[in-house]
């Protein structure tokens, strides 16, 4: 089985998994280890959680889309002017041993992560603790034999995607295990330092500054960044400053094997094997198990939530409040240097960004092996997270129709339901 481009490459906001693009078998061999991918033979629907009859649209569109790409597992949150108005759970399998989706289970959310990030970012500024205008170089000691122009990259830079990595030109780093540790002459697995030390020593791909292409590898050095500056560990600094203040206690990051998933955090599944990279024994996994590893992905894509969390999450950029004030919540959508893109959009810190009239729409996507997630915050107050446990993969419908058609179905939406379910499911 091949992957293409698009597969690689989805919406823009995914993770690139450069690393597995060796070591996948063949559809014979695929075929041989049926255990690492869900069945959708006799599939049939089990629903959990709050989805009031007002809001059956957005139900619908949920149902209709994971039957159609036989999605085991599935969440969908909706915010409505700060209330939560929905919050369900889809199991579609015949597979009994997938547990049913609760509204409060765990799901990994890939890069819907760097939302979180760049918020930590802008809380160190916002405390006087780090300039924006800061050098990565100057912060972190990195040095700039493998290319002077990396002095030119500050935090708002690797924000913004405009720090000089492209995985087009050179590969995704945080999927190139095998390479760096090649490169490095040490065994597998590789570390977050392995791949900065590493990294450190090549050419940027462009001129810092200059254009923006999305980047895994700047998310990773702003979790560093975090480290050093607060003396504390990444996930240690978020949850005390970002998430205790918003009342979200769930979220955590993630672990790569199955045997480490966090209590309610649900299965992953790819049509997918390939080697790990968790050590040199060349081993066969499913791709959501070992052929990445998530550790090194904490500031990029490592964290779990349920599709409850982000929309309370989400509402932290509604309004100053506990966590950011109002410079950082302007600082986290503002225009970066390079200005708009063609269709009007942009990408602010951590979140894509569009004016429409009276409001600034943002949304983020995120996709790992076995994740596929999306976050949008838009006008009239309607915010909404939908995870699910499968992603867009070689021979699947696409991924991408999931945004318009909700779209479409919460502006067909006459009367909005009342009660704040937040009480009930945080």
């Known amino acids: 089985?091949?992957?293409?481009?698009?597969?690689?490459?989805?919406?823009?906001?995914?993770?690139?998994?450069?690393?597995?693009?060796?070591?996948?078998?063949?559809?014979?061999?695929?075929?041989?280890?049926?255990?690492t991918t869900a069945t959708t033979a006799a599939a049939t629907m089990t629903l959990t959680g709050t989805a009031p009859s007002q809001l059956a649209a957005l139900d619908t569109v949920m149902k209709t889309y994971i039957q159609e790409r036989g999605i085991p597992g599935a969440q969908l949150a909706a915010v409505k002017n700060g209330k939560l108005v929905m919050a369900r759970g889809y199991r579609y399998t015949a597979d009994t041993t997938v547990p049913a989706v609760q509204p409060t289970s765990l799901f990994r959310i890939a890069s819907l992560s760097k939302n979180i990030t760049a918020a930590a970012i802008l809380r160190l500024a916002q405390d006087g603790k780090l300039s924006l205008g800061a050098k990565v170089t100057d912060v972190l000691g990195l040095p700039t034999s493998g290319d002077s122009r990396l002095a030119q990259v500050t935090m708002w830079r690797l924000m913004q995607h405009t720090g000089g990595w492209d995985?087009?030109?050179?590969p995704d780093w945080l999927w190139a295990d095998p390479t760096v540790a090649a490169a490095l002459d040490k065994p597998l697995p590789v570390t977050n330092k392995d791949i900065i030390n590493y990294v450190s020593t090549r050419r940027l791909d462009f001129a810092p500054g200059s254009r923006m292409a999305y980047s895994n590898y700047g998310y990773m050095l702003l979790g560093r960044v975090i480290e050093k500056v607060s003396g504390q560990s990444y996930e240690s600094y978020v949850k005390q400053k970002l998430l205790a203040p918003a009342r979200i206690t769930r979220m955590r990051l993630g672990h790569t094997l199955r045997s480490q998933a966090a209590p309610g955090e649900m299965p992953y599944f790819s049509d997918f094997?390939?080697?790990?990279?968790?050590?040199?024994?060349?081993?066969?996994?499913?791709?959501?198990?070992?052929?990445?590893?998530?550790?090194?992905?904490?500031a990029n894509g490592g964290w779990l939530a349920s599709a409850v969390d982000l929309v309370?999450?989400?509402?932290?950029?509604?309004?100053?409040?506990?966590?950011?004030?109002?410079?950082?919540?302007?600082?986290?959508?503002?225009?970066?240097?390079?200005?708009?893109?063609?269709?009007?959009?942009?990408?602010?810190?951590?979140?894509?960004?569009?004016?429409?009239?009276?409001?600034?729409?943002?949304?983020?996507?995120?996709?790992?092996?076995g994740t596929y997630t999306y976050l949008a915050r838009l006008q009239n107050g309607f915010t909404y997270a939908a995870v699910f446990n499968h992603r867009e993969e070689s021979g699947t419908l696409d991924y991408d129709v999931l945004s318009s058609r909700m779209n479409t179905a919460w502006n067909s939406v006459k009367t909005w339901p009342t009660t704040d379910l937040f009480p009930k499911y945080l």
């Open 1 to 35: 089985m091949t992957l293409t481009r698009r597969d690689m490459l989805r919406a823009g906001a995914g993770i690139v998994p450069a690393a597995a693009l060796t070591g996948l078998v063949t559809p014979a061999a695929q075929a041989a280890q049926t255990a």
């Open 167 to 170: 995985r087009d030109i050179s």
């Open 273 to 298: 094997t390939t080697k790990t990279v968790l050590n040199d024994s060349g081993a066969v996994v499913p791709w959501p198990y070992g052929g990445f590893n998530m550790t090194n992905h904490d």
């Open 312 to 369: 309370k999450w989400a509402g932290v950029f509604d309004a100053a409040g506990t966590v950011l004030n109002a410079t950082s919540i302007s600082r986290a959508f503002a225009k970066p240097e390079i200005g708009v893109s063609p269709d009007g959009s942009w990408y602010g810190c951590g979140w894509y960004v569009r004016q429409v009239t009276g409001h600034l729409n943002t949304w983020h996507n995120g996709s790992m092996p």
